[in-house]
């Protein structure tokens, strides 16, 4: 059973057309993570929530925006995307930070035309 | 601040041959260890973590991977691989003082591919 689920798995946007990625949770964990994955580099954090508490990672662009509206959810939204912006997006949670085992969601990949 | 380096991007091996994936890390603070897997267009899974006590842990589908605080390492090992095991392997930290600096960091990863 499926405990980190992502929508949708594949992904075609259009140069500078916003597009939403979206990740559900049924493990009731504290923490959601969203992670970029460009090609053949590790994953890279650009934010996460700890419940309602969010905290942006320095270098992620302004361009990316997430919302948690309840604990099951959590959004990223790319507002324009370039094309610099084509990467495997991972949605993961834990229950907490530190020492506990991250569950990850298959990933979205997104393409920019 | 942490960092990790896997220092082989990719590693060819037969199967039914052993297998060692190295991972070195740096870091001020003490950390806890971890071993990720993901197969193709698949999120990660978790292999094995070191978070304290036995420096040898154990994990799933027989990996296993040796904590070496002085030579600041935690290798990955499999005695024997399967086609199955074919997949990238990612070594990652995390800052043992915690709150949101506990996040995990990635190495580059390492791409293992097993042949008939």
């Known amino acids: 059973d499926a405990m980190v689920i992502q929508n949708p798995r594949y992904q075609v946007t259009q140069f500078g057309k916003p597009v939403t990625l979206s990740c559900s949770q049924t493990l009731n964990h504290n923490v959601m993570y969203w992670y970029q994955q460009k090609s053949s580099q590790a994953p890279k954090l650009l934010f996460h929530?700890?419940?309602?508490?969010?905290?942006n990672e320095a270098d992620t662009p302004d361009n990316f925006q997430s919302r948690r509206p309840n604990t099951s959810f959590c959004f990223l939204d790319i507002r324009s995307p370039g094309l610099g912006d084509a990467a495997m997006y991972l949605c993961?949670?834990?229950?907490?930070?530190?020492?506990?085992?991250?569950?990850f969601g298959q990933g979205t990949r997104l393409t920019v035309v | 601040a942490q960092s990790v380096t896997q220092l082989d991007s990719q590693v060819p091996v037969f199967e039914e041959a052993p297998v060692e994936l190295r991972c070195n890390y740096s870091?001020?603070?003490?950390?806890?260890l971890f071993w990720y897997v993901q197969y193709p267009n698949q999120g990660l899974q978790l292999l094995l973590k070191y978070l304290s006590g036995s420096t040898l842990v154990k994990g799933i589908n027989g990996f296993e991977a040796e904590f070496n605080k002085s030579q600041t390492s935690f290798h990955l090992r499999k005695p024997s691989v399967h086609i199955s095991d074919t997949a990238e392997y990612f070594c990652?930290?995390?800052?043992?003082?915690?709150?949101?600096?506990?996040?995990?960091?990635f190495g580059k990863g390492t791409k293992l591919s097993v042949k008939p």
């Open positions: 993961a949670t834990s229950r907490a930070f530190r020492n506990t085992e991250a569950f």
């Open positions: 929530y700890y419940d309602k508490d969010f905290n």
């Open positions: 990652a930290v995390s800052d043992q003082n915690g709150g949101s600096q506990g996040n995990l960091i």
């Open positions: 870091s001020s603070v003490s950390v806890y």
